[in-house]
C-alpha cells in the first residue's frame, strides 16, 4: 500500500475507534426538582419512570448499556445549567429530559444547542419552545405547553363560567401560562377580572385570595405549579371563595392526595395525560410504578417514561445517539404507549396527543385512595396543541 492508501486507512481507523468510543453506551440525565415544590408531581417518581423505560429494553441498546442518572436544580437556573455542563461535559450524557421549571429549561436548552446534545422536555411548559426558541435538532417538547393549556380551557370556557381572576405565580412559567390562556378566554367569549403575581414558593396566599374574591369572578385560574397551586386552593378553601378553580398544578396525584378531596373536591384541571384506565398495558405499567413508588404516577412522571422509551426505540432502530439522526426518527414513529394512544411528533418538536379536562371527585364520590378524578372531556391534541405555522419556530422559516 502506498502512503496515501495508508494514510487513508489510518484516518479511516481513527474515526471508526472514535464512533466506536461516542457510541459505548446510552447516558440519560433526568434534571428535575428533587427536593422542592415540584418533586410530588415529577422528582423522584420521573427518575424511576425513566429507569422503567430502560429496563423495556434489558437496560442495552443493541448491546451497549443504557445509564439513567440523576440531578436536583432546585428550580434554580444556575444550579440546572452547572449540571447540565457537567453531565454533557464530563459524564457524556446523551440526553437530558424532564427538567420541569421552565426558567432552568431556557438555560439547560442554550447549552444543549452548543453541544449538540438532546434534551425532552417533560415538566417544562412554556410555548416557547415549540416557538421562537425552537431547536428541533435538538429539542423535544413532549408532555404539554402553555398554548395547549389555554386553548383546552379556552374550549371550555361556556362550562366554567365567563368571568375570571388569575393568581399567577411570578416567573417564566406563571407569565407563559398567563399569556397563553388570555387570548383563548377572549376569544371564546369570557371576561378577565384582574390579575395578581405571587413569587415561587410563595407561603401565605391571604392577600391574593382576598383580591380575587373581591373581584366576584366565576372562575379563578391558579397559573402556577407544585405546592403553590395546593397552598392557593388551600386559602381559597379557607376564605370560603364561592368561585370555580383551575388549578393548573393540579396534576400531582400524591400531592392532591395529601391535600385531601376536602379541599380539592370540584376543582378543575387540563392533565396531558388521557389515561385509559380500562387499558390492560396502562393497568400494569401503573401497578408497577406503585409497587416501586408506593404512589400514583402524575402526567409528568408518566410523559418522562414516554419520552426516554420514544428515544430509546429512535437510538435501537438508528443505532446512533445523534440528535438530528434520532429526532427524525422519532418523527417518523407514532408514539403509542401508556401515556397516549395517538402521539405524533411534528417539526418544531412538539408531540401531539390528546388531553383531558378532569375534576376532582368529592369524598363521597371516591372509591379509593387513588380514586381523585373523573374526566369531564376529552380533547384532541390537533384542537389544542398551537398550530404548526403559528408557533414562528426560526428553524422551519421558507419550508
Partial sequence: MNKVGLALAAVLLAYSSTAHAEFDRVKIGVLTDLSGIYESGTGNGSVEAAKMAAEEFGGKINGKPIEVIAGDHQNKPDVGATIANRWYDIDKADLVTEVVNSAVAFAVLDITKQKNKMLILNGAGSADFTGKLCAPDNSVHWVYDT??????????????????????????????????????????????????????????FSSYVLQAQAANPDVIALNSGGDDTIGALKAIREFGVKAKVMGFGLDSPTGVRAMGLQVAQGAYNVTAWARRDDDPETKAWIAKFMERRKVFPGAFQVGTYSGVRSYLKAVESTNSTDPKIVIAKMRQTPVRDVFTADGYLRADGRMVHSVALVQYKSPAESTGEWDLSKVVATLKGDDVFRPLNDGGCPALAGK
Avoid at 371550555?156 to 407569565?175: C, N, P, R, V
Avoid at 407563559?176 to 371564546?188: I, T
Fill in 147 to 204: 398554548y395547549e393549556l389555554g386553548a383546552a380551557v379556552g374550549e371550555t370556557a361556556g362550562l366554567l363560567g365567563k368571568k375570571w381572576f388569575f393568581i399567577s405565580a411570578d416567573y417564566a412559567f406563571g407569565a407563559a401560562l398567563e399569556a397563553g390562556l388570555r387570548p383563548m378566554l377572549l376569544k371564546n367569549g369570557a371576561e378577565i377580572l384582574g390579575a395578581v403575581k405571587h413569587p415561587l414558593g410563595n407561603l401565605d
